[in-house]
T-cell receptor, first 111, second 113 residues
Framework: QKEVEQNSGPLSVPEGAIASLNCTYSDRGSQSFFWYRQYSGKSPELIMFIYSNGDKEDGRFTAQLNKASQYVSLLIRDSQPSDSATYLCAVNAGNNRKLIWGLGTSLAVNP | KAGVTQTPRYLIKTRGQQVTLSCSPISGHRSVSWYQQTPGQGLQFLFEYFSETQRNKGNFPGRFSGRQFSNSRSEMNVSTLELGDSALYLC????????????FGPGTRLTVL
């Protein structure tokens, strides 16, 4: 079992809808959680990070963390075609600086 | 401010050869982390350098090595290349040691034939 799991997708949503991306992790000691976006042929870019249980909002993006369920999600409101990319979840256990990555979820926003 | 640069961008090697990849971080950044990205395994952490010292190392064989120079530029070396080493190698630059401050370079695409 991979330490960080994501549905590979593709997740397809219409323009203007809410896209919901999910990530589960196996290490209960994990302390910090990151969402990266990677366009095809490009490198990852950080869009959100969250450390505490609950929601964290930044513009159209909301990260949700539930440590008891070992679950972190990313919601994208008012999805745009430019949001079409692979979204990578990364987790850090805190005892070192290594990030453990999921394989990513491919999101397609259809005009 | 210039971003992270990686050279070369593309590389083709044959099995058994060795390769050196270079990463120049954003000016003023002192942390450089290296990752390997493949379709099957995703992103995997190789190692991290801060102020010329290796701070963390991933679970890769000893054929993978790296170093950081006093100007924060970093190199990674892979000796005795194997077909499975074909991947996108990414470096990430950071001002300090905060994981939420990493900026990735464009990567080096290595193909081993």
């Amino acid at each position: 079992q991979k330490e960080v799991e994501q549905n590979s997708g593709p997740l397809s949503v219409p323009e203007g809808a809410i896209a919901s991306l999910n990530c589960t992790y196996s290490d209960r000691g994990s302390q910090s959680f990151f969402w990266y976006r990677q366009y095809s042929g490009k490198s990852p870019e950080l869009i959100m990070f969250i450390y505490s249980n609950g929601d964290k909002e930044d513009g159209r993006f909301t990260a949700q963390l539930n440590k008891a369920s070992q679950y972190v999600s990313l919601l994208i409101r008012d999805s745009q075609p430019s949001d079409s990319a692979t979204y990578l979840c990364a987790v850090n256990a805190g005892n070192n600086r290594k990030l453990i990555w999921g394989l990513g979820t491919s999101l397609a926003v259809n005009p | 401010k210039a971003g992270v640069t990686q050279t070369p961008r593309y590389l083709i090697k044959t099995r058994g050869q060795q390769v050196t990849l270079s990463c120049s971080p954003i000016s003023g950044h002192r942390s450089v982390s290296w990752y390997q990205q493949t379709p099957g395994q995703g992103l995997q952490f190789l190692f991290e350098y801060f102020s010329e010292t290796q701070r963390n190392k991933g679970n890769f064989p000893g054929r993978f090595s790296g170093r950081q120079f006093s100007n924060s530029r970093s190199e990674m070396n892979v000796s005795t290349l194997e077909l499975g080493d074909s991947a996108l190698y990414l470096c990430a630059s950071g001002l300090g040691l905060q994981l939420n401050e990493q900026f990735f370079g464009p990567g080096t695409r290595l193909t081993v034939l």
